[in-house]
Nanobody, 122 residues
């Protein structure tokens, strides 16, 4: 099982970016697929989460600006980030709670993507 994230980059304050994450491999089901971010010296924090029941959750600092779409049923999530602020600068990680096959055996675990850097210039 692998998660591939892409779409980061450099953008000016007020601009927008779209991140995408796709899960691949032998996957039986995915719950709670979404995005977290981290800056040096701080804990990784929730950005947006798409749960298997269709519920979406957002971190307080991004509500009204970011939108998560796609869904675990599609093994893909997208994060539309609008009105970006300098403080949104971080490495963004995709995460999914996956039930599938890894190393020849059944596994149910959280998988993380490789991280994609978003830099917002002031």
């Amino acid at each position: 099982v692998q998660l591939q994230a892409y779409g980061g980059g450099l953008v000016q304050t007020g601009g927008f970016l779209r991140l995408s994450c796709a899960a691949s491999g032998t996957i039986f089901s995915i719950d709670n697929m979404g995005w977290y971010r981290q800056v040096p010296g701080k804990q990784r924090e929730l950005v947006a989460l798409y749960m298997s029941n269709g519920t979406k959750a957002y971190g307080d600092s991004v509500k009204g600006r970011f939108t998560i779409s796609g869904g675990s049923a599609k093994n893909t999530v997208h994060l539309q980030m609008n009105n970006l602020k300098f403080e949104d600068t971080a490495v963004y990680y995709c995460k999914a709670d996956v039930a599938g096959v890894s190393d020849g055996g059944y596994i149910r675990d959280d998988f993380w993507g490789q991280g994609t850097l978003v830099t917002v210039s002031s």
